[in-house]
């Protein structure tokens, strides 16, 4: 709560690069929270997450380039883009689990890049979809607020950022949530009790899926583009590297991890050359050393 | 004491400077001023700039597979601001880099970073064409002086210009434009199969010589050889897709790393020694992957660029001696040559305008009359597409007993612009 306040009041003093910067981490958090579902809950290792993240991206630019510009049509496009391409995806890497799930995702992921790059006549190859408008807001216009700036649009993704937030918490608190973590821990048992494993897993997919997906269109609106690179696994490893480091199974650990990735990100890239080294001891470090990553530091302080 | 921080600033500039540099180089010149001042000598130099500080924010790839690139470019700029220290029209010249990377969402967190936090007064740089593009908008919009010093998208002399984005570099159709005549008419080459990168860049440059070529009475032979940008990956399957025995020659367009790999693969097959012809844009055997493939090179290759490291003229002769010499042996390049000239402009601007770049309308009308003699010979902007206008060099790929590996000069095109309208 505190939290959402403290950020919430960040476009009324934050100077206008550092509102971009916090909008980014906004809605690269949301992508962590949804990956999260996956690895934390779930119990399934996805290493192919920006392959939801891109779909949702390419739905969103796609729409939005054919002149639809409302809001919540975009979202939505984005939302059941990623959602139909988790679908098939997930009911093939599913039946198999571990390291076999992780190179599934993975290899799925950079399939769907390689088409991302090789499809020119609908994604225009490496060069990708530029000059994608922000939706308009029907009503708030006369109020002179307008998507186009910093302020308004960090709140949209503020207030997006939170509901999913809200969502995802109560789902993982639901009968759903409890199965899902059953599922987690003892998959034959479950079975055993006549759950549908495959089910719930598959569902679980297909809805973190969704959320990446809605990540992916905030980001196409906030860039104005949506390139090939969203969907490279380097994506999914930063995502998973802000689940680790800010906490699994926990929706506020991965939000926290992202946030420190990104500025991590920033500020290391300004003043070291190689700042992935230094991103990639960050990350043995936490997990020799803080294997329950930001959240587990907060809870045992 | 003064000669220190010189000594140590030209020590520096042989490689990149980035913040940390800075932050040392200011420590130890207060240190200096301090022990100047309690000494009470305090010697005042030749009259410096009075006016504000001019900052130039510069957004290059200084990692990445494009990381030699920006380096290059970085070293031409630092080259000329030194030559008239740092300064122009009573203004001191600042520069501040950040680093473009690969992909665009990085690039244009590098732009925005120079222009909302450092507050520069001009953008220069971008080697890869998609984070050109798709900075374009933003940079459009605030009306910021920005040079293109390397991607050669053609959009942004055509459909995309902006009185404010002017490029110093080339467009992708300029180099391989005039090629596909040559290698039809003067080379009477008329079979030819296209190998090319497939990414914006290739694809432009491949399309304009695929134009006149075909229209000299050249046959493009099918199916074209298109390899995955950047290839990671093996070239072996790409370089045996190449019809050897159906053509006369290959075009080629691939640029850095790709163009090594596929040369050494080339070379390595065999390939190459059965082709009767080697043609391409120029950036194919640069200077940067002849030193890298050393004895695999392709020799007698017939290549089309806006420079060549033998090139005659005064102007280029000081520059690649200087350079070398100011760079720690470091050979000069092509896209060292665009940094170089990137500079010239702002630095000519700047006088011109007297350093009063308020008026940005003014700022500009004064970058788009700057012209002077380059290391590639006569340079102009193109009042109609915002691009240079230059001569493009048919050059053949040789081992100079001097130079090593290199692209002698053979013909060229002079006065080639976009035909953007």
């Known amino acids: 709560m505190l939290l959402a306040l403290a950020l919430a009041s960040i476009p009324l003093w934050a100077p206008r690069f550092w509102i971009y910067i916090a909008t980014q981490a906004l809605i690269f958090a949301i992508f962590a929270m949804s990956l999260d579902l996956l690895v934390g809950y779930a119990g399934l290792p996805s290493f192919g997450h920006a392959a939801f993240y891109g779909v949702g991206a390419y739905a969103c630019a796609l729409l939005a380039l054919g002149h639809v510009d409302g809001l919540v049509p975009l979202l939505l496009a984005g939302m059941l883009g990623a959602g139909a391409a988790a679908l098939p995806i997930g009911a093939l890497s599913l039946r198999t689990s571990g390291i076999y799930f992780l190179m599934l995702t993975l290899a799925f992921a950079q399939m769907l890049w390689g088409l991302a790059v090789n499809w020119t006549s609908l994604t225009r190859g490496t060069d990708g979809l530029i000059g994608i408008p922000r939706p308009a807001l029907p009503g708030l216009d006369t109020l002179n607020v307008s998507l186009y700036d910093r302020g308004p649009f960090f709140f949209l993704c503020l207030l997006v950022a939170i509901a999913v937030f809200v969502v995802l918490e109560s789902l993982v608190r639901s009968p759903f949530g409890k199965t899902l973590e059953g599922i987690r821990e003892n998959d034959r048992r479950m079975r055993a009790l006549g759950f549908p494993t495959f089910r719930y897993r598959l569902a679980a997919f297909v809805l973190a899926g969704m959320v990446a997906g809605i990540a992916g269109s905030l980001a196409a609106m906030s860039n104005g583009f949506a390139t090939p690179d969203l969907l490279y696994w380097t994506v999914s490893g930063l995502a998973l590297i802000a689940v680790v480091v800010g906490g699994t199974r926990s929706f506020i650990g991965p939000a926290l991890g992202a946030f420190l990735v990104l500025f991590a990100q920033l500020g290391l890239s300004t003043y070291i050359d190689r700042w992935e080294l230094a991103l990639g001891a960050l990350f043995i470090a936490f997990v020799l050393f803080l294997p329950r990553g930001l959240v587990g530091l907060v809870r045992r302080a | ?421």
């Open chain 2, 1 to 421: 004491m003064s000669d220190e921080i010189e000594d140590y600033l030209n020590w520096k500039l042989a490689g990149r400077i980035d913040r940390r540099d800075f932050l040392k180089l200011g420590v130890s010149a207060a240190g200096i001023a301090l022990v100047a001042a309690c000494g009470g000598s305090n010697t005042v130099g030749p009259t410096g700039p009075t006016g504000p500080e001019f900052k130039l924010g510069v957004v290059l790839p200084y990692s990445g597979v494009y990381a030699e690139l920006g380096n290059s470019i970085t070293n031409g700029m630092r080259m000329y601001f030194d030559s008239v220290g740092n300064q122009a029209g009573n203004r001191k010249i600042t520069v501040v880099t950040a680093d473009e990377q690969v992909a665009l969402a990085d690039a244009v967190a590098a732009t925005k970073k120079v222009v909302e936090q450092d507050g520069v007064d001009m953008v220069a740089g971008y080697v890869s064409s998609p984070n050109a593009a798709g900075n374009r908008n933003y940079l459009d919009g605030l009306k910021m002086p920005t040079l293109i010093a390397n991607a050669g998208v053609n959009s942004l002399s055509r459909a995309a210009k902006s009185p404010f984005i002017y490029r110093t570099s080339f467009s992708n159709w300029q180099p391989s434009h005039p090629m596909g005549t040559y290698v039809a008419e003067k080379l009477g080459k008329k079979k030819i199969q296209l190998v090319y990168a497939k990414y914006g860049a290739g694809l432009e440059a491949v399309a304009a010589f695929k134009e006149t070529f075909t229209g000299s009475g050249g046959t493009i032979v099918g199916p074209d050889v298109a390899t995955p940008f950047p290839n990671n990956g093996d070239q072996t399957p790409f370089v045996q897709a190449i019809q050897t025995d159906k053509i006369d020659g290959i075009y080629c367009f691939m640029s850095g790393t790709d163009a090594v790999t596929f040369l050494k693969k080339a070379a390595e097959l065999g390939t190459l020694k059965k082709l009767g012809l080697v043609s391409g844009a120029g950036f194919f055997v640069e200077q940067d992957v002849l030193a890298a493939i050393t004895d695999a090179a392709p020799d007698g290759a017939i290549t089309g660029l806006h420079w060549a490291l033998p090139l005659a003229n005064k102007e280029n002769q000081d520059f690649v001696s200087k350079y070398s010499k100011k760079f720690s042996g470091r050979q000069a390049d092509v896209f060292a040559v665009q940094g170089f000239d990137t500079a010239r402009v702002i630095v000519e601007a700047l006088n011109a305008v007297k350093g009063n770049t308020t008026n940005k309308d003014a700022f500009m009308t004064a970058i788009a009359g700057v012209s002077f003699k380059s290391p590639r010979g006569d340079f102009k902007f193109d009042a109609t597409t915002n691009n240079v206008v230059q001569t493009i060099y048919v050059r053949k790929t040789v081992k100079d007993p001097k130079l090593g590996w290199t692209n002698q000069v053979i013909d060229q095109y002079p006065g080639v612009a976009d035909p953007g309208k």
